[in-house]
């Protein structure tokens, strides 16, 4: 500024639409509020739910994943289209665009002559409950984070600004609310929660869904394929993203404290005090405790 020469902008509202126009920094954040619409009980009370509103707070994704791509921090560190890796004669999978997945999609995306030159970016989300707040009543939120699939995963697994806050959602989506299916039931396949091993089950598809939906009722569905009828998953109208071919194990959740704490060692704890006294088991069990 100089005492010869006016202001730029004398009024608030141009500073701060000049401020917006500034691209360096973070996406601004927004909200929205939604609330169920539905038809309401009739006969007793109404669930809680069903009357509150829920607010969800978020960033436009694609601008965050436009940032992402456009980071001149990860150009040598990202793979611009997929590739097959293989180190003494065996595929490597570290990345996720070394995988077949994406290897097919490209396949099918090159069938259009529209697409030739594109780069195909795979969106990785993921979400948990968070407490933003113990001294007020235990507030929680799931924050929904977004990152770009072509950059590698070490990069990722740094928090090099790989992954991105998108949200906050006032309720939880878990795999059964993505899927659309009834709790306890496989969200990749249609077989029975209870016998996973036997049975005519298929892989879970938006097409089998919707031939299910055509043919069967609700009752059915619900019973005998673990599906929720009225209900559709957010993928359904994406051309390239089936929810059941991308929902992906959840690590410590599923395969650590399911399958190995909840599981294998609850059965290790019962053989071994069923085949011992209680007095040789409890030595058993303090001794695995140490180690």
Known sequence: ?????????TQSKQIYSLINQIEQGDIAWDSFT?????????DGPIPPWMADEYKVWYRDPLLVLEDQIGNPEFALEMDIAPKQVFQYGKRRYKDVLLGN???????ILAKDEETHGAMHVPIILGSDK????????????????????????????????????????????????????????????TALPNNLDEGDAVPRRHNHTAALLSECLMKELWDDYGTVGDLFPFTDMFPRADIHELLTPDLLHQAIKGTFKDHIIEWVHKYIYK?????????????????
């Open 34 to 42: 939604i609330q169920y619409n539905g038809q309401l009980p009739i």
């Open 275 to 291: 085949v011992h006294t209680k007095c040789e088991a409890d030595k058993i069990m303090a001794d695995i405790d140490r180690r």
């Open 1 to 9: 500024m100089y005492p010869d020469n006016p202001p730029q902008s």
């Open 130 to 189: 968070t407490t933003v707040s113990v001294a007020t009543g235990q507030n929680e939120f799931y924050p929904l984070y977004a990152a770009i699939a072509n950059t590698h995963n070490a990069v990722r697994r740094a928090h090099r600004n790989t992954l991105a806050l998108i949200g906050f959602l006032a309720i939880p989506k878990e795999q059964a609310l993505l899927a659309c299916i009834v709790q306890h039931w496989c969200p990749k396949c």
């Open 101 to 107: 997945w994406t290897w097919q999609q490209c396949d």
